[in-house]
């Protein structure tokens, strides 16, 4: 990992810290998500492998959400914050303000993560703002360069998968899969 670069774990921490002490974002409507999440990125020289493993809470829309990571001992890892504009991550360490969810996710996770997407992928649908196709084989669909698995959706699992190097496999457990 370059010495620029902040741990994942970390930078989330600290961007998803930024986003609860905000005052200025408004409150977040609508139904909240929560669980466990494992994200795994393969090596890329001269990037090493990396992992994270977290529970989540997340609120609201692609537009205006919140986010919170902790750890299996229920400390919070980082707390994220967005609005039309503006994304701002919140961690033990500190905080950080991004332009939008892309660039807070690439900052922390060091890959572009599709967290816009995201929020249709967990109930089972693609995401309208990009062309989708069914996977040939089992349920689920391919998006964005993602294979998205949702066969077992039901149960509350969710895995998707993007080929391209570095490969990275993005899984979810939902609590209370709806």
């Keep these: 990992m370059s010495r620029g670069r902040v741990g994942p774990a970390l930078c989330l921490a600290t961007c998803l810290t930024f986003f609860a002490g905000c005052a200025t974002t408004p409150p977040v409507a609508g139904d909240g998500l929560a669980g466990?999440?494992?994200?795994?990125v393969d090596a890329a020289?001269?990037?090493?492998?990396?992992q994270l493993s977290?529970?989540?809470e997340l609120r609201g829309d692609p537009a205006r959400g919140e986010m919170d990571l902790t750890s299996p001992l229920g400390t919070v890892l980082a707390q994220a914050r967005w609005q039309p504009g503006r994304a701002e991550l919140q961690t033990p360490t500190?905080?950080?303000s991004f332009g939008?969810?892309?660039g807070l996710?690439?900052?922390?996770?060091?890959e572009p993560l599709p967290l816009t997407a995201l929020f249709d992928w967990l109930r089972g649908r693609p995401w309208a703002g990009a062309a989708s196709q069914p996977l040939v084989a089992g349920a689920g669909f391919e998006q964005l360069g993602w294979q998205v698995d949702t066969g077992r959706l039901a149960e509350g699992h969710l895995t998707a998968r993007?080929?391209?190097?570095?490969a990275v496999t993005l899984r979810v457990r939902l609590e209370d899969p709806r």
């Design 162 to 166: 993007r080929s391209l190097p570095p």
């Design 105 to 110: 996710s690439r900052s922390t996770f060091g």
């Design 45 to 50: 020289p001269p990037e090493p492998a990396r």
């Design 36 to 40: 466990r999440l494992s994200l795994q």
């Design 100 to 102: 939008d969810l892309d």
């Design 54 to 56: 977290a529970g989540f």
């Design 94 to 96: 500190g905080q950080q």
